[in-house]
């Protein structure tokens, strides 16, 4: 049986497309789920309308996060830490640290998963860091750690 993909569905096809799938398949899972919809000229017309409306929320959303990007592109992130005399920290500098700063600084939504971070930062110094907006979308700031006294 041919059915139009209301929505992406892994393995089969994204939404709008026209697939050929077992009938059991597409009667008592597609179709009640309102996962898929039958091939008509009235559904062809709607998902290809609602296709373009996500297409374009997309490219909204990626401008969005382009102009968030310019924003934070060359940020300075200082944390303070208790250190010792040669600079190591009695601590270390985490993703969630940075990600807690970043939120401090008026860019909410990072999360630490959002950066790139190979291992806590265990001395005084300059880092870069990478943080990334979108798989596509990464910006580089400098992570500066000073010791408090």
Known sequence: ??????????NLGEMGEEVEVADGYARNYLLPREYAL?????N???????????KQREQEETARIEDRAKD????????EERANE???LFG???AEIIAGILSESGFEGIRASNILL???????GDYPVEIMLL????VPITVRVTAVE
């Not at 798989?135 to 990464?138: F, G, K, L, N, Y």
């Open 1 to 10: 049986m041919k059915v139009l993909l209301n929505r992406e569905i892994p």
């Open 38 to 42: 039958p091939v008509t000229a009235d």
């Open 44 to 54: 062809l017309q709607k998902t290809e309308s609602a296709r373009r409306a996500k």
């Open 72 to 79: 934070m592109e060359g940020f300075l992130c200082v944390v």
């Open 86 to 88: 040669k600079g190591d």
């Open 92 to 94: 270390s500098v985490t």
């Open 118 to 124: 190979d291992k806590p930062i265990e001395h005084v």
């Open 135 to 138: 798989p596509e979308i990464t």
